[in-house]
T-cell receptor, first 120, second 106 residues
Framework: VQLVQSGAEVKKPGESLRISCKGS????????ISWVRQMPGKGLEWMGR????????NYSPSFQGHVTLSADRSISTAYLQWTSLKASDTAMYYC??????????????WGHGTLITVSS | DIQMTQSPSTLSASVGDRITITCRAS??????LAWYQQKPGKAPKLLIY???TLESGVPSRFSGSGSGTEFTLTITSLQPDDFATYYC????????FGQGTKLEIK
């Protein structure tokens, strides 16, 4: 099982961005993908999740309206997107999988993280 | 929105010590609680799920307990590799993490 995330990005405020998380070694559509933010020196914040089988999403209230989750099951890839970045979006972003069927489940596999730096 | 309160935020201990970290949920989450270990520059690693079930490959010196709103992570006989930051996570309703506990060498 692997979740491979896209590389680090340096962007300016107001720019748009989409980062990716590609799953392999398992049935992609049997798992949700969640995204987790970690600001420099801070803790883990759950942003939201996407059901990769039908692209149904749930967002944390803290992130609703600020980011968009999407997925392309044909290439086993989930995306996290911003339309207008702010300096406060500077952080490491992780994707993680958890089963989308049966009982609630923890995040058993994580991507290596994508570092986003937003600076003018 | 379920809030998770973890304590202490920092813990100083020595190799061989036994330590306990506490996590409280703002409402009952049954046993839908996980513990993760994170080292600098690395992704979190799942240690324990369903409050007390050890993930495969995790050493038996790690253990978890609790249900409802009160949970603990215990590490017996601390090893040098255990000094890291630990997070609890509720996955009863979507997900939320505790603030983290940094375990430092005394």
């Amino acid at each position: 099982v692997q979740l491979v995330q896209s590389g680090a990005e340096v962007k300016k405020p107001g720019e748009s961005l989409r980062i990716s998380c590609k799953g392999s070694g398992y049935t992609f559509t049997s798992y949700w993908i969640s995204w987790v933010r970690q600001m420099p020196g801070k803790g883990l914040e759950w942003m939201g999740r996407i059901d990769t089988s039908d692209s149904h999403t749930n967002y944390s209230p803290s992130f609703q309206g600020h980011v968009t989750l999407s997925a392309d099951r044909s290439i086993s890839t989930a995306y996290l997107q911003w339309t207008s970045l702010k300096a406060s979006d500077t952080a490491m972003y992780y994707c993680a999988r958890h089963p989308s069927y049966g009982r609630p489940a923890p995040f058993d596999y994580w991507g290596h993280g994508t570092l986003i730096t937003v600076s003018s | 929105d379920i809030q998770m309160t973890q304590s202490p935020s920092t813990l100083s201990a020595s190799v061989g010590d036994r330590i306990t970290i506490t996590c409280r949920a703002s409402q009952s989450i049954s046993t839908w609680l996980a513990w993760y270990q994170q080292k600098p520059g690395k992704a979190p690693k799942l240690l324990i799920y369903k409050a007390s079930t050890l993930e495969s490959g995790v050493p038996s010196r790690f253990s978890g307990s609790g249900s409802g709103t009160e949970f603990t992570l215990t590490i017996t006989s601390l090893q040098p590799d255990d000094f890291a930051t630990y997070y609890c996570q509720q996955y009863h309703t979507y997900s939320r993490f505790g603030q983290g506990t940094k375990l430092e060498i005394k």
